[in-house]
């Protein structure tokens, strides 16, 4: 699910995703909940590493801007580099936010699990890769999006063990 947010791209820098980040990193306490999960690409997820977004945006900036220790690029001096980098920053932090949202979506949410909860986690089966879980979905996800995924809210059904010859049974709304 968290793949498939801000269009299927990484956060920090735009190429396909393919892995999801801890926005709070599990070394500062973070922990694994879709709103601390943010798609990412391997190398900016690996680039990150620890770092919150603040650092990893100014960890970022640093080389292209001030290229050499005590040396600025041009006439870069170190008001414009840190008005700069903030303005990465607040950029990126925004852009975090407006993806946890739809992450956090409940239609959306209730969409991916209506398709896809019966098959399990890609770990749960035995799998670790990213790119097969994005070949087996994405084509779902597509179709979804070209129809206007997720206007309406598709019926949930439940397993009904209690009645012969009666499998599935339509869940209420209001349950």
């Known amino acids: 699910m968290v793949l498939f947010a801000n269009g299927g791209c990484c956060v920090y820098c735009g190429r396909e995703s393919e892995t999801a980040d801890h926005v709070i990193p599990w070394a500062r306490q973070g922990y694994d909940g879709t709103d601390n999960m943010v798609p990412a690409c391997k190398s900016c997820n690996r680039f990150k590493s620890d770092r919150t977004p603040a650092e990893f945006v100014m960890a970022k900036s640093h080389p292209r801007l001030w290229p050499s220790p005590g040396k600025p690029s041009g006439s870069v001096s170190l008001r414009s580099f840190y008005e700069e980098a903030d303005k990465e920053c607040r950029r990126t932090l925004a852009l975090i936010d407006k993806v946890l949202a739809e992450i956090a979506d409940e239609t959306r949410?209730?969409?991916?699990?209506?398709?896809?909860?019966?098959?399990?986690?890609?770990?749960?089966?035995?799998?670790?890769?990213?790119d097969w879980t994005r070949a087996f979905f994405c084509s779902a996800?597509?179709?979804?999006?070209?129809?206007?995924?997720?206007?309406?809210?598709?019926?949930?059904?439940?397993?009904?063990?209690?009645?012969?010859?009666?499998?599935?049974?339509?869940?209420?709304?209001?349950e």
């Open 141 to 174: 996800v597509e179709r979804a999006c070209a129809a206007g995924w997720p206007k309406k809210k598709q019926p949930r059904y439940r397993i009904v063990r209690d009645q012969i010859g009666k499998v599935l049974e339509l869940i209420p709304d209001e």
């Open 109 to 130: 949410q209730q969409w991916f699990l209506d398709h896809f909860v019966h098959l399990g986690t890609v770990q749960s089966r035995g799998l670790e890769s990213v």
